[in-house]
């Protein structure tokens, strides 16, 4: 397959049962074949196929047609939920823009207090001055993580329209229809199977059930790149790349982290 048919590859180390022979000689001086059954990681190839004008053709219909199931179930679309909260005099409540801004106030009044401090303007002794500081970090990080509550909650009031909908379910048809993988590196075959979107979704289903760190790290990687890629933002190759270095970073300080924790 020609580099110009694919977004991007990958490899994933695959934990497979392999057979060995092992040849020694016995008292006679003869060969003596032994064949054994062992576990070793085999690296699999996975490519995401660069879809043509009849995928792209099929995706779209796809999406309209989720478009319009979601409108059928009564999920506002987002013009419609805006005009709502345009007329309603916005998302939030006044009592909410109220402890929104009195927040705010209170983050700028904390961290004008923290520089003073740092600065150490009142001469304090370095045992009180440490104190006060931990205590102002303490009540930033606080009220930081109250108006990220605040935020994230009427972020997500938008997050439920019948095309935020419509684009996820879009996303996994990518995700069913351009995953590819190869255990040998020349013989690529489609990840969940041959057939229709409901045929594709059941293997996909069945990678969940399973109890497979192979299959779930798969999923995942191909999921974080086609939904990159449909967002616009994994464009080429190096594109796609830069975001997996990245994605193994963000598992190596995670990975650590834990380890800290246990410790």
Not at 56 to 82: H, R, V
Not at 84 to 91: F, I, L, V
Not at 195 to 222: C, P, Q, R, T, W
């Amino acid at each position: 397959m020609k580099t110009d048919k694919f977004l991007y590859e990958f490899k994933l180390n695959k934990l497979t049962e392999v057979e060995e022979t092992d040849v020694a000689k016995n008292d006679k001086g003869e060969e003596v074949k032994t064949i054994k059954k062992v576990k070793k990681e085999i690296p699999v190839s996975f490519r995401l196929l660069k879809p043509n004008r009849k995928l792209f053709d099929e995706a779209e219909l796809f999406y309209g047609i989720k478009l319009s199931e979601g409108i059928k179930a009564g999920l506002l679309t987002k013009s419609l939920l805006a005009k709502r909260y345009q007329n309603d005099g916005g998302a939030m409540s006044e009592p909410e823009k109220e402890k929104y801004a009195t927040l705010y106030l209170e983050l700028y009044r904390l961290q004008s207090e923290l520089q003073r401090l740092e600065l150490n303007l009142d001469s304090l002794p370095k045992e009180d001055k440490d104190k006060k500081l931990e205590e102002f970090v303490v009540q930033i990080s606080e009220t930081k993580r109250e108006l990220q509550e605040i935020e994230n909650y009427h972020s997500t009031l938008f997050d439920q329209t019948a095309e935020n909908r419509a684009r996820n379910q879009t996303i996994m048809w990518w995700v069913l229809n351009i995953s590819l993988y190869s255990e040998d590196g020349t013989n690529y075959k489609p990840f969940f199977g041959e057939g229709d979107y409901s045929k594709k979704i059941e293997v996909y289903d069945s990678f969940e059930e399973m109890d497979d760190d192979f299959n779930k790290k798969a999923m995942l990687k191909l999921a974080y790149f086609i939904s990159l890629w449909y967002m616009g933002r994994a464009t080429s190759f190096e594109d796609f790349k830069n975001m997996d270095s990245a994605l193994d970073g963000q598992r190596k300080d995670t990975s650590e982290a834990k380890e800290d924790k246990k410790e």
